[in-house]
């Protein structure tokens, strides 16, 4: 389910071992948004704030890929 945010949004992770993730953000038609932001991740649970890459209102898929090629999509709603 989205989760809608009006300012700031945390987009969280749990990584079993040490990595580099990308993150990507597209429009609902797939366009890119933002291009790749690189982030450091730990083990455990993770939390990037994506808020101020998102300037205007709408909805966004936001994609997490690892250093292993592992992906995963996330759907926020900017109000």
């Known amino acids: 389910m989205p989760n809608p945010f009006t300012q700031e949004l945390g ?3 749990h990584s079993d071992i040490v990595t580099e993730v990308s993150i990507e953000i597209f429009d609902v038609q797939g366009r890119i948004v933002v ?3 690189q982030f450091a ?3 455990g649970d993770n939390q990037i ?3 101020k890459y998102l ?4 909805q966004y898929l936001i994609k997490v890929t690892t ?5 995963e ?3 926020a709603i900017k109000f």
Request: aromatic fraction near 12%; hydrophobic fraction near 25%.
């Open 49 to 51: 704030e994506i808020g």
């Open 41 to 43: 991740f730990t083990t």
């Open 73 to 75: 999509i996330k759907k």
């Open 35 to 37: 291009e790749k932001i």
């Open 55 to 58: 300037k205007d209102k709408g």
């Open 11 to 13: 987009v969280f992770y």
């Open 67 to 71: 250093k292993e090629n592992q992906s």
